[in-house]
């Protein structure tokens, strides 16, 4: 359909806007059935409900003023946003595309306090086309979504089992404590089952594998330096580029030349990351450097278990002190044990990071689809076309 057949309408003529209404935090419940969304999306849960049907939750107040959440269940949305329903005629998820991208903070009132309201939501202007269209137009563009979500969930799975399986082999010896109750270890073929000893080392500190050794951070590794870097970019470089809080963008030159674990080093939300590739390291962070045989995965979950934001070096801005992380105590696993471990965990590594990379190309290409889509410079059909040529192609993995 040609751009100049979608109608310009203004959004009161295709939505309705009103508050959320406030929720009392007492009926937040980790377990709850239902998402409670706020300006910057969901905020918690409760077993209450405010909208029993799909809604789109527009940030009403503050920093996340006009930001566009699309609420695909029964939530409740609290009064720190604007709620949008499409009026007959149209379609929710294209009005939610819609609205996102219409930059909506634009028309916010207030500095120091933004505040969205909903006569200046109906008085902007848009594109509508006929609900047939609108349908189709939302079913790519939902269709990439869903595949990104889904892959998400995926990742989330995969992290969570090799959580489990790190917690089972080397918090709780769960193959240990079998093999000594006479048992074979639950899900382990008998090859990995034999790594595993049948005894604990009783010691004043507690139980130890029989040979495990208890050591510190600072005997098997160092924390070295990363190092200045200006000229890297947002994407597009071969490399990716890690800060203190993770992957800051890319650069056509590597620090590091296998993969590795980043350790934020200044900053109050520092974190631990682990590269599957090569990567640089700017300077406001460490990584890793083994001082033996080392599997990376398993250090990198041992890594997990600590606070890296409770090491503080007393300087005026939060920072890692290497002392510190150096005094950290550690049960290292002989060689073999961590490298079982690393084989199971990096087939589930190389899932998740063959499912990122989809994502980043899928949401490439939504990006990229949804301002032609929504203003009629792309047909359906051709945009539907693009999309599956590129499904139907070969989704990189990474060993």
């Known amino acids: 359909?040609?751009?100049?057949?979608?109608?310009?309408?203004?959004?009161?003529?295709?939505?309705?806007?009103?508050?959320?209404?406030?929720?009392?935090p007492e009926k937040y419940t980790p377990i709850g059935k239902h998402p409670v969304f706020g300006s910057n999306g969901q905020i918690a849960r409760s077993d209450e409900v405010l909208y029993p049907h799909p809604a789109i939750v527009i940030g009403r107040v503050g920093a996340y003023c006009g930001c566009v959440h699309y609420v695909p269940k029964a939530s409740w949305i609290t009064d720190n946003a604007i709620v949008a329903l499409p009026k007959d005629g149209n379609d929710?998820?294209?009005?939610?595309?819609?609205?996102?991208?219409?930059?909506?903070?634009?028309?916010?009132?207030?500095?120091?306090?933004?505040?969205?309201?909903?006569?200046?939501?109906?008085?902007?202007?848009?594109?509508?086309?006929?609900?047939?269209?609108?349908?189709?137009?939302?079913?790519?563009?939902?269709?990439?979504?869903?595949?990104?979500?889904l892959n998400r969930r995926i990742n989330a799975t995969l992290e969570l089992m090799a959580r489990a399986l790190f917690q089972s082999w080397f918090v709780d010896f769960d193959?240990?404590?079998?093999?000594?109750?006479?048992?074979?270890?639950?899900?382990?073929?008998?090859?990995?089952?034999?790594?595993?000893?049948?005894?604990?080392?009783?010691?004043?500190?507690?139980?130890?594998?029989?040979?495990?050794?208890?050591?510190?951070?600072?005997?098997?590794?160092?924390?070295?330096?990363?190092?200045?870097?200006?000229?890297?970019?947002?994407?597009?470089?071969?490399?990716?580029?890690?800060?203190t809080n993770g992957p800051i963008g890319s650069h056509d030159e590597a620090l590091c030349n296998s993969a590795g674990i980043i350790i934020g080093r200044k900053g109050a939300y520092r974190g631990v990351h682990y590269s599957p590739d090569p990567f640089f390291v700017i300077d406001t962070a460490f990584f890793l450097k083994p001082r033996a045989m080392l599997d990376l995965k398993w250090a990198y979950y041992e890594l997990l278990r600590f606070d890296i934001n409770n090491m503080d070096s007393g300087s005026a801005i939060p920072s890692t002190s290497r002392d510190d992380f150096y005094g950290i105590p550690v049960i290292v696993p002989p060689q073999d044990i961590q490298g079982a471990f690393g084989e199971i965990v990096g087939v589930w590594f190389a899932k998740a990071f063959s499912n990122d990379q989809e994502s980043r190309v899928l949401g490439a290409l939504r990006d990229t689809l949804l301002p032609k889509l929504l203003n009629g410079e792309c047909s359906v059909a051709d945009a539907s076309n693009i999309s599956r040529t590129l499904r139907d192609r070969e989704r990189p993995i990474v060993q």
């Open 1 to 24: 359909m040609a751009a100049s057949t979608f109608a310009e309408v203004s959004l009161g003529d295709i939505a309705d806007f009103r508050n959320g209404k406030a929720i009392s």
């Open 92 to 149: 929710i998820r294209y009005l939610f595309y819609l609205l996102g991208s219409l930059e909506l903070q634009r028309t916010a009132i207030g500095s120091a306090q933004p505040l969205m309201t909903q006569g200046g939501l109906k008085v902007v202007r848009a594109k509508a086309p006929p609900l047939a269209e609108q349908k189709a137009i939302a079913a790519i563009l939902g269709a990439l979504d869903d595949k990104i979500e």
């Open 175 to 243: 193959p240990v404590r079998a093999k000594l109750d006479g048992c074979q270890p639950a899900g382990l073929d008998k090859a990995t089952a034999a790594l595993f000893p049948s005894h604990f080392d009783h010691e004043t500190d507690g139980v130890l594998p029989k040979g495990w050794n208890r050591k510190r951070w600072g005997d098997i590794a160092t924390l070295e330096y990363g190092k200045s870097l200006r000229d890297y970019r947002e994407s597009g470089g071969k490399y990716r580029v890690f800060g």
